[in-house]
């Protein structure tokens, strides 16, 4: 079996090594497979330094030593990490990826049909996830939309409303706050599909669209769960201890140690398409 690109948290500098040194985690510990290949635009927080990891990759492998919760073997290699074999070694997979990645048909099917679907298995996916496959309807159908443009940039501060400030994940966040990051708008996107736990408040946001622009949500995947989060396009949010708790909180989500209800909301979206709407045209009077 070929194990991934493992980290060994005993190096200061996070180097990785084709090692198997903790492919099988401590007792009690959750498995993630972070995969942050690109097959498209490679974000700086998944760009890696020659033998170092990219921020977002330390990060993970910080918060799983710091929680004692998981471990995180990182890899830019979904030919030969993301295979039945090796998935078969882990409870969550991470994707902060983009294009059409290198990943067999089977392998693929594999995953969506019948590991995701496991109990304690689950699926998170950061900021370019759903850049990821855009074509390929099987991935966008799980993963609850498709990357369509961005009109705001990484340096635009924007405001976010909570709607379900009690799920784990969105307990650090408030019920409403601002943040500097890249905020995707979608197409493929289903709203009865999907619990949205966050959404650009557009009443506050320049620029405006006259729609819903979801930042995060949550859902059930046969017996196994589901978290999108917009978040994580600058390298300084993997540094944010509000995103952190949530990464945390997603997690412990997926794990079973904090259940939280995900029931679909459609209605919350159309809500929030009249809110946009109605904030647009008061904007062009």
Partial sequence: MRFPLIVTTCLLAF?????PCNAKAESGKTRILMLTQSKGYTHGSV???KTELAPAEIAMVQLGKQSGLFTVDCTQDAAADFTKENLKNYDIVIFYT???????EADMQYFLNDWLKQKGHGFIGFHSATDTYKTYQPYWDMVGGSFNGHPWNANNMVTITVHNPNHPAMKPFGKEFQFKDEIY????????????????????????????VPVAWA??????????????????????????????GAIKWIR??????????????????????????????
């Fill in 47 to 49: 760009k890696r330094n």
């Fill in 98 to 104: 983009t294009g059409m990645l290198p990943i067999k």
């Fill in 15 to 19: 180097s990785w090594l084709v090692t």
């Fill in 185 to 212: 708008q979608y197409k493929n996107w289903q709203p009865e599909k999907v619990h949205v736990l966050m959404s650009l408040n557009m009443e506050k946001s320049n620029p405006k669209r006259p729609y819903q």
């Fill in 219 to 248: 859902k059930e995947w046969g017996q196994g769960k589901v978290f999108v989060n917009n978040l994580g396009h600058n390298p300084q949010t993997w540094t944010n201890p509000a995103f952190q708790k949530s990464v945390i």
């Fill in 256 to 285: 079973g140690d904090a259940p939280a209800a995900v029931p679909v909301n459609p209605e919350l979206s159309k809500k929030e398409d009249a809110k946009a709407a109605a904030a647009t045209k008061a904007a062009t009077k």
